[in-house]
Antibody
Framework: EVQLVESGGGLVQPGGSLRLSCSASGFTFSSFTMHWVRQAPGKGLDLVSGINNNGNSIFYSDSVKGRFTISRDNSKNTVYLQMSSLGAEDTAVYYC?????????WGQGTLVTVSP | EIVMTQSPATLSVSPGDRATLSCRASQSVGSKLAWYQQTPGQAPRLLIYGASTRATGIPARFSGSGSGTEFTLTISSMQSEDFAVYYCHQYNDWPRTFGQGTKVEIK
């Protein structure tokens, strides 16, 4: 069974930083692209960042480019999202997603709240 | 960026009735269209990919159709657990984009 478990969310002040982690199991992690998708409170879904299976192809949405860094450690079956210069607009639940072109498995999400 | 537009925003349906949800893309995405279901407090769940292929474990009452720019998700007979928000998602082009969602509520 595929499992994706996010961690690292929490309350952070504007301008602060946070690192999210997503631990994967139940599939060959090193064979799959992984994405981070976020959902602001009461809003829809937005792709934040993605990384291919070996880490040499990376995507960032315009809204986070230059502030967020995605990475992965295939030896630990984990994908990371380093977030800096956080603002209120980054407040959201962040989901880790296994990608088979479509998004076939989602983690339960981790809430990031940016507030003074 | 491909804009995905879902309609209606809210759909009121009685249990047992058919629900028809629409998704329109601002440019062709071929058949690279997926549908997800999200219930309150839960992560989205994949229902349909390739515009019409049901994901593993998804009941046959869910069906998808369309190609190019016009897509439909049909729930043939609404069950209590189907009242949720549904999102379409194109994975043909970067950035991957989602519709704004259709909330299916009990009539």
């Amino acid at each position: 069974e595929v499992q994706l478990v996010e961690s690292g969310g929490g309350l952070v002040q504007p301008g602060g930083s946070l690192r999210l982690s997503c631990s994967a199991s139940g599939f060959t992690f090193s064979s799959f692209t992984m994405h981070w998708v976020r959902q602001a409170p009461g809003k829809g879904l937005d792709l934040v960042s993605g990384i291919n299976n070996n880490g040499n192809s990376i995507f960032y949405s315009d809204s986070v480019k230059g502030r967020f860094t995605i990475s992965r450690d295939n030896s630990k079956n984990t994908v990371y999202l380093q977030m800096s210069s956080l603002g209120a607009e980054d407040t959201a639940v962040y989901y880790c997603v296994k990608v088979s072109a479509w998004y076939d498995n989602w983690g339960q999400g981790t809430l990031v709240t940016v507030s003074p | 960026e491909i804009v995905m537009t879902q309609s209606p925003a809210t759909l009121s349906v009685s249990p047992g009735d058919r629900a028809t949800l629409s998704c329109r893309a601002s440019q062709s995405v071929g058949s690279k269209l997926a549908w997800y279901q999200q219930t309150p407090g839960q992560a989205p769940r994949l229902l349909i990919y390739g515009a019409s292929t049901r994901a593993t474990g998804i009941p046959a009452r869910f069906s998808g159709s369309g190609s190019g720019t016009e897509f439909t998700l049909t729930i043939s007979s609404m069950q209590s657990e189907d009242f949720a928000v549904y999102y379409c998602h194109q994975y043909n082009d970067w950035p991957r984009t989602f519709g704004q969602g259709t909330k299916v509520e009990i009539k």
